[in-house]
């Protein structure tokens, strides 16, 4: 097996990876990586790519919640390719369709199918805090950071980790007590936030938890 190190990146540290999705045979989406990029990918078992324009890491979802688990990572006879198949939640495109590769010459705008709105999927409002809130959480897990408390609550272990969970559920009950709708956002937000150190803690991603509740829609 070839060793990290021996893929051929391009003169600015760049291989380009081509993203498919491993259940239909779809190709998703191209962007690139680095050597960081890369080893990210492999150490959290989700895509991470090298934004060209910031010149920075990206995480692929952790704004719409798309996230993308990978389950191979294959590179071509040269080295300086790789392809990465991954089991795609939601759609691939900030556009709204499943791939991004939904543009065929001579098409029409209008006839490009969408499967999800680009604004409801993206914006703000929508649910994906939570998604950014574990992948804060899930990289302090991967690289600890000091004065970081939930780099703490790790270093702790899950004895501790429970011990919150437990304490802030007490504190919600109270406050529903209270009837203080304000005291009622601010300790079932700490409860959220325990609760999804305790999913970093066993590698359980939130997509999994929301595939649990669609489960329950009766």
Same mark, same amino acid.
């Given at each position: 097996?070839? #060793? @990290?190190?021996? @893929?051929?990146?391009?003169?600015?540290?760049?291989?380009?990876?081509?993203?498919?999705?491993?259940?239909? &045979?779809?190709? =998703?989406? *191209?962007?690139?990586?680095?050597?960081?990029?890369?080893?990210?990918?492999?150490?959290?078992?989700?895509?991470?790519?090298?934004?060209?324009?910031? /010149?920075?890491?990206?995480?692929?979802?952790?704004?719409?919640?798309?996230? %993308?688990?990978?389950?191979?990572?294959?590179?071509?006879?040269?080295?300086?390719?790789?392809?990465?198949?991954?089991? %795609?939640?939601?759609?691939?495109?900030? #556009?709204?369709?499943?791939?991004?590769?939904?543009? !065929? *010459?001579?098409?029409? %705008?209008?006839?490009?199918?969408?499967?999800?709105?680009?604004?409801?999927?993206?914006?703000?409002?929508?649910?994906? @805090? =939570?998604?950014? *809130?574990?992948?804060?959480?899930?990289?302090? !897990?991967? /690289? $600890?950071?000091?004065?970081?408390?939930?780099?703490? *609550?790790? +270093?702790? &272990?899950?004895?501790?980790?429970?011990?919150?969970? &437990?304490?802030?559920?007490?504190?919600?009950?109270?406050?529903?007590? /209270? /009837?203080?709708?304000?005291? @009622?956002?601010?300790?079932?937000? +700490?409860?959220?936030?325990?609760?999804?150190? =305790?999913?970093?803690?066993? &590698?359980?991603? $939130?997509?999994?938890?929301?595939?649990?509740?669609?489960?329950?829609?009766?």
């Amino acid at each position: 097996m070839m #060793e @990290i190190d021996g @893929i051929r990146y391009d003169a600015n540290g760049l291989v380009p990876a081509i993203v498919q999705d491993e259940a239909t &045979g779809t190709v =998703l989406m *191209l962007a690139y990586m680095n050597r960081e990029s890369l080893m990210k990918t492999i150490a959290t078992g989700y895509t991470w790519f090298y934004s060209r324009s910031r /010149n920075s890491l990206w995480h692929k979802g952790e704004t719409s919640g798309h996230v %993308q688990k990978v389950k191979d990572i294959f590179y071509d006879c040269d080295a300086d390719t790789l392809l990465v198949k991954v089991e %795609q939640t939601g759609v691939a495109c900030h #556009e709204g369709t499943f791939s991004c590769f939904s543009r !065929k *010459l001579g098409q029409k %705008q209008s006839e490009i199918e969408r499967v999800a709105d680009p604004q409801a999927e993206y914006g703000e409002a929508s649910i994906t @805090i =939570l998604h950014e *809130l574990y992948h804060i959480i899930n990289d302090r !897990k991967l /690289n $600890p950071k000091e004065g970081s408390y939930t780099t703490y *609550l790790f +270093d702790k &272990g899950q004895d501790k980790i429970l011990k919150k969970v &437990g304490e802030e559920s007490a504190e919600t009950i109270i406050a529903s007590k /209270n /009837n203080s709708k304000t005291e @009622i956002l601010y300790e079932m937000a +700490d409860l959220w936030y325990h609760c999804l150190v =305790l999913l970093a803690y066993h &590698g359980i991603t $939130p997509t999994e938890l929301f595939a649990e509740l669609k489960s329950r829609r009766k």
